[in-house]
Structures are given as C-alpha cells and as structure tokens.
C-alpha cells in the first residue's frame, strides 16, 4: 500500500508544540499547523477508505472523526490551550459515536494505536460484566491469541479494588470484573511513526484489533 500521506510536519509541529503551548505561539506558526492537520486527514482518510472494505464507514470522512486540538480548559488546573497530539477515532457516526472504533493518537514520545471501551456507562460496564462472568471463553480466545497479545500485550483500565458487587469474592475472573474501562493498545516509537510502511503497520494492527472490537459491540 502507498503512503499517500507524510507525518513528519504532523510531529515535527506537536514536539515545538509542546514547549510553546500557548496561543500567540500557535497563531504565528497556523500555515505550519494547517500544514501538519493536513497531512495528518490524509492519513486518517487513508485509514477509513481501506477499513470500508469491511467496516460500515460510508460517508465518514476525517473530520467527523478527528478531534479538535483545543483543549476545554474550564475544569482543569492546566491551562494550556492545546493538545499536544493529533488523535482520531474512526468509527460509524465518528469520534462521536457509541460504536466501538479504531483508534489513533499521534504524539511525539506517546503515540498509540488502540482501541476498546472506554469511560463506559453503568449499562455498557454491567454489560460487560455479565458477559465475562457467563462466557468468559470467547473474550478469553480472542486476548490470549499470540499475535493478538504480541501487538497489544495485556488488556488494560482502572480497576476495582475488589471484585463489584454482586459477584462472588473469589470469581475465577475477578481480574477481568475488577475493569472500569477495557481498553487494547500499541504503543508506537517515533521512528516506527515515521517510517515508510507505517500506513501498512496501522492497517495490519487495525486487522488484530477488529475481532475484540467486534466481540465488544456484539455485546453492548
């Protein structure tokens, strides 16, 4: 597959970014930053025309599903009015929907591809419960697969200090209970981001990925 995109300008910006985060700054370097959301839509899109294949993505385009690098501030200590990444969640209806979805946070020094559920609703986590304490196998076949733990390793969330209520102290799945969020990731080196196959290596982790998010939507 051709690399129709290139993410240099995309780090290149977010790493002066984040020793410059404020807004003359970033307003006296927009063509720059234009630049790098430029090239970083290109590889979204990129993503969601080959995943359309076999995802239902019609009509989802890059900027349903990127989110805005402005930071809602109002709540929070920092202040800084930027994120310091890119990311994108590339699912049907976009960074909105409900659906699970793929993933992508580009990030110098932090960047990932994931996916999962994550900051679930009371309905979503006791869904998720439920399926684990009746059929814990078929979540289990799809985790414990070799390539799929070489990619992602271990399932991860906050967890419960103990197993939630309702269910037995001593459940042989408490580990997996104990989750307020499961979520999957790849984290991804600098160089692995900007090298030339990465379209390709987004695409194949992506194809890892697709059978835990499947299992995830079919029981929500």
């Known amino acids: 597959m051709a690399q129709q995109f290139d993410l240099e300008p995309v780090m290149n910006f977010l790493g002066e970014l984040k020793s410059n985060n404020d807004r003359g700054w970033f307003e006296g370097r927009r063509?720059?930053?234009d630049e790098a959301l430029g090239q970083f839509e290109s590889y979204?899109?990129?993503?969601?025309?080959?995943?359309?294949?076999?995802e239902p993505f019609?009509?989802?385009?890059?900027?349903?599903?990127?989110?805005r690098i402005y930071r809602d501030t109002r709540f929070s200590k920092d202040k800084s009015p930027y994120k310091t990444n890119m990311g994108a969640y590339i699912a049907p209806g976009g960074r909105k929907s409900?659906?699970?979805?793929?993933?992508?946070?580009?990030?110098p020094g932090a960047s990932m591809l994931a996916g999962g559920l994550h900051h679930p609703d009371p309905a979503q986590l006791s869904a998720w419960r439920d399926s684990i304490d009746s059929d814990p196998e078929k979540f289990k076949s799809i985790?414990?697969?070799?390539?799929?733990?070489?990619?992602?390793?271990?399932?991860?969330g906050e967890k419960l200090k103990s197993v939630p209520r309702?269910?037995?102290k001593d459940h042989p799945e408490?580990?997996?209970?104990?989750?307020?969020?499961?979520t999957v990731s790849r984290m991804l080196s600098d160089r692995e981001?900007?090298?030339?196959?990465f379209f390709d290596e987004t695409i194949t982790t992506y194809k890892v990925l697709r059978p835990f998010l499947r299992y995830m939507d079919s029981i929500l």
């Open 31 to 33: 063509a720059q930053y």
């Open 44 to 54: 979204v899109s990129s993503i969601i025309e080959f995943l359309s294949e076999t």
């Open 58 to 67: 019609s009509g989802l385009s890059p900027k349903d599903c990127i989110f």
């Open 98 to 107: 409900h659906l699970m979805g793929y993933y992508v946070h580009i990030e």
């Open 143 to 156: 985790v414990d697969n070799e390539r799929f733990k070489k990619f992602f390793g271990e399932v991860q």
């Open 166 to 168: 309702g269910y037995p």
């Open 174 to 182: 408490m580990d997996l209970l104990r989750l307020k969020s499961v």
């Open 193 to 197: 981001v900007l090298a030339s196959d």
